[in-house]
């Protein structure tokens, strides 16, 4: 396990920048534990503030109070609606002060709970009661003359009054900004409080939110419905400049089922956000709750994620730097191709990687769509050379179909329990050769946890390509990062005949295989440095 999420059940009295006493006492202690053993801690964080408290036993709302940094209604009293703790006030985050005493406030709760991220939900804002305890008033602004289809018929349902001020406007004119403004809060704080690349995850969202938050989709019903949704969600989040993003796996609201987990399990595994999620009532759904099939099918996907975290990062790498999408409808690739237009049961990792998953019960079998390339299985490297056309595919319990685009090289790292451990782990690559020999990669590398290091230049990139019966490295930037980590092996799809010998940096390599078969040269037992330039050669 790589993050423990914690939900509001940590908070006392459901208050949040609290925590319970009695069932978290050791909750400072419990974390302290994740981190020594390579793993992170997240918690929920409501932007609701309990009003109810006695004054001064509540910092957070006395702080607030002070520092008039909670929304108002139209008389310009305190609005107080209704959510977990009972009677609450909301920040107005476009206020300036509002995010100097956020960030006093997470920075006080984290120098008891060092989390390492914050889990922003119900900030539509979302409350249990219509606009306020107190109603709102009858005004043009509560009922506009055009009221679009939303929960409860009224722009003020589960929300605060449209008529409540804030620093910068009416709530009306800020409502769908709220997300985002407490989006932006929260990295901010998190960026100055631990001096760590910040993480954030957002329920709402608004168009500028991919700068400083994930988001994930919601409480999604665990069935086999929501899990075909969850697809098109991801891809329009990415279109939309959010490129982390993912679904609860197996669902959230109701009962999973075994079945319905594994595929969730093996699809998630290439959401970009990747996260198992259920509501409290549940039946649970971590995988060690089902059979062992299940259990090796659920791992099998987990360790194939984790292989291919290098190449993910890149991905990263370039959404930051040039906006480009991560998880990626076919139609981006292959703009003139019409059968791509309308898919959304299948999706890529960037140009390379598409993934078909199963999303139906009861199949063991599926029909996927290869645009015109080769396309070469993950899996086994089997070549598929398609003109165009849906292939029928073997897809049992424990398989998800993931196919190699030809003409690209994948960098992987042999996957660990945890991604600060697979990050030291060796290195292979998955060389993808085109009808014409060739193929090109790229890997993106740094600590993972400081910032800005590509702004300041902190960081290395390196270029693969290959033609001519050899794999060659060309590092372009190097900074420290890759040093002491090696290149294991690497796997050649498409080689066409029996290599005679294979040399590493000009030295024979006796651990190499090629199956006829499937076309495959496998190298393993290699530790060229990633730092330095390397060449794998071999001769037909």
Known sequence: MDVQWNDLDYANKR????????????????VDEFHKS????????????????????????????KRDVFIKNSTGQILIGKVWPGPTAFPDFTNPETGRWWEDCIRDFHSKVPVDGLWIDMNEPSSFVQGSVEGCPDSDLENPPYTPRVVGGQLNSRTICLSAQQKLSTHYNLHNMYGLTEASATHSALMKVRGKRPFVLSRSSFPGIGRFSGVWTGDVRSDWEQLRYSIPAVLHFGLFGVPLVGADICGFGGNTTEELCVRWMQLGAFYPFMRNHNDKPNAPQEPYVFGQK??????????????????LYTL??????????????????????????????????????????????GAEELAAYLPP???????????????????????????INVHVREGHIIPQQEPALTTAASRRNPFFLTVALSAGGWAQGDLFWDDGDSLDTFETGNYCYVIFMAGQCQV?????????????????????FGVPSPPLYVLANGEQVRDFMYRSDTKVLTVTNLALPMSKVFTVQWAL
Not at 15 to 30: A, E, H
Not at 48 to 62: A, E, L, N, R, V
């Open 316 to 361: 990263f790498h370039h959404a930051h730097t040039s906006a480009d999408t991560v998880a990626r409808p076919l139609f981006v690739e292959f703009p003139t191709d019409p059968n791509c237009q309308t898919i959304d049961r299948q999706f890529l990792w960037g140009s390379s990687l598409l993934i078909s998953p199963v999303l139906e019960r």
């Open 373 to 399: 390339a080769t396309w070469y299985s993950l899996h086994n490297g089997q070549p598929f050379y398609s003109k165009g056309q849906y292939l029928l595919l073997a897809a049992p319990l424990d398989t």
């Open 15 to 30: 208050r949040v920048f609290t925590f319970d006493p009695w069932r978290f006492g050791d909750l400072p202690q419990m």
């Open 294 to 311: 299940a259990q090796a099918a659920m791992r099998s996907a987990l360790n194939l994620r984790y292989s291919l975290l290098p190449f």
């Open 38 to 65: 390579g793993m992170k801690y997240i918690l929920i964080l409501d932007p609701g503030i309990s009003s109810s408290s006695p004054p001064g036993t509540y910092p957070p709302f006395d702080d607030g109070l």
């Open 472 to 492: 060659m490295s060309g590092p372009l930037r190097l900074n420290g990062a890759l040093d002491g980590l090696v290149l294991g092996g690497l796997q050649v």
